[in-house]
């Protein structure tokens, strides 16, 4: 099953060199998130071919305009190509007024309907729960309220190991197995042990966005050995009096938070208009945090199970 | 001096193959425009090397999203890179309200000022005029409040015949042979006469931007003999039925609009999604006008004088 997430786009507050501003598409076992959504998010969701339809719950980290401008274009496509389903926002107060001015305005009416969840302002907490995933908050530290978003897959059955499975096990039994347990007979005698017939589970994969934030510790623990962090790197040490000034970090800054989370990979992004040529960006990271990639758009990550 | 209008979308709502939703940049003797502002408008301004900043006046047609969706992201871009200078936007009533309360939650002051003017229903009137230069307002008939924009020269004064034109000649003098009157001594007596020290005036050139609208022969008397009219043809006769459902005109109305109006030119724009080719579209019109063009993006129109 997979747990890709693709960049639309990665630039900071200023668009430039054809950058795009912040979004992700991220699908995990078939389910489809957007994470932010800057201007041109639809189009750049068309140019990599993904199925803007198929997403149902979408995630706003704050309402600085680089990250939720492209959201009213996308929501009102969504409406002319006859969207039905419900759709899921998860923002800060603010985008429900936004989008019903706007509605309003131009006297339209969505065919679908739009559920809002409200984020709590520092606060780390569950946005979206299934079988299988959930969706935390991460609470950041920007000049405006924002928080970023952990998708983590639920810990997974154990696996059968076909090879020695005796026949005839009743459905509860291999249900029981895939729990760690073992299996019991009526008399509570123990029939097979668990390790005899059982490999162990896959590994659950984790995803941190962290987006926009100045250099925040706090978050090191709600991140801890996550498979990949996005950290904003919107500018180098050079720079770290306008890092500091604007609350954003830079790339040594979000080279320090993955090394103390034990995070395996960082990817780094929201880059600054001032810098044509990122090396420095990525450079400066691995000086101290050495499995770091640069988060470009149409690049994508998929996590090994 | 130039007369020029840069397309930089030309998209029906629903952005598709690449296009981008409505904007033109218009520079007419060194004055810059912006008319209708679709989401990725400040991308579109950059990818043709076009200087935002010179922009002084927006002109929004309407408040379909495809029509300014883009302006939010393009006063922030304005705002982060210090603007000082006042802006004019020009719009139906609703604009404001929708940039104030997402100034609000992004807790954004703009550097500058924000002029707001707003058109009047279904009037016809002078939005912007100095010297050289005014821009009218084309009421249009479509789904919501929406008007066009005129942009129209002023006459312009008469041009010396420098092979004729004597020595000594007062100031007063030379500007009286511009505006068409003759050179009098302070006794009345006619000592030159304008025919022979002056060549007529150059043309005053016209652009008349009509998007969004049904067919309309009201606003045939308002564009009359224009050198270029761009008028929105978002579909062909064989989709007349969802035409006349949207409010919107095929590319034979707008050639009998131009035909009727006597324009020099007709520019076709505001393509819908259902057309990958536009040749269809062209062809269509050129059955009836055949001065006619495609508006693709990228493509730039400059007027004679």
């Given at each position: 099953m997979s747990f890709s997430i693709t960049i639309l786009g990665s630039s900071g507050a200023l668009p430039a060199y054809g950058r795009f501003p912040s979004s992700q598409f991220i699908e995990i076992q078939n389910r489809y998130f957007l994470v932010d959504c800057g201007e041109g998010t639809q189009m750049q969701l068309r140019r990599y071919e993904l199925n803007v339809h198929?997403?149902?719950?979408?995630?706003?980290?704050?309402?600085?305009g680089d990250h939720y401008l492209g959201l009213m274009g996308l929501l009102l496509t969504l409406h002319l190509q006859k969207r039905t389903t419900e759709l899921h926002l998860y923002s800060h107060a603010g985008l429900d007024e936004i989008i019903t001015v706007q509605l309003r305005h131009s006297k339209s009416v969505l065919?679908?309907?739009?559920?809002?969840?409200?984020?709590?302002?520092?606060?780390?907490?569950?946005?979206?729960e299934d079988e299988h995933l959930q969706v935390e908050s991460i609470p950041l530290t920007h000049k405006l309220t924002c928080s970023g978003f952990l998708f983590r897959e639920k810990p997974k059955a154990r696996r059968l190991n076909k090879n020695r499975l005796p026949d005839g096990l009743l459905l509860q039994q291999i249900a029981a197995?895939?729990?760690?347990?073992?299996?019991?007979?009526?008399?509570?005698?123990?029939?097979?042990?668990?390790?005899?017939?059982?490999?162990t589970a896959k590994h659950s994969r984790s995803y941190a966005y962290c987006?926009?934030?100045a250099y925040e510790p706090k978050l090191i623990p709600l991140i801890k050995d996550v498979d990949l962090l996005y950290h904003e790197a919107t500018f180098i040490e050079d720079d770290k009096l306008k890092a500091k000034e604007t609350?954003?970090?830079?790339?040594?800054?979000?080279?320090?938070?993955?090394?103390?989370?034990?995070v395996k990979k960082l990817a780094l992004g929201h880059f600054s208009a001032r810098y044509k040529d990122l090396i420095v960006i990525e450079e400066e990271a691995k000086t101290i945090f050495k499995n770091t990639v640069l988060a470009t758009e149409g690049q994508n990550f998929s996590l090994e199970e």
């Open positions: 198929r997403i149902n719950h979408i995630f706003i980290s704050h309402l600085h065919n679908y309907s739009i559920i809002f969840h409200t984020l709590t302002k520092d606060k780390h907490e569950i946005l979206f197995l895939k729990m760690g347990d073992d299996v019991i007979e009526e008399d509570g005698k123990v029939l097979y042990k668990n390790e005899d017939l059982t490999l987006s926009d934030t609350m954003h970090s830079t790339a040594l800054e979000a080279a320090q938070i993955a090394q103390l989370a034990g």
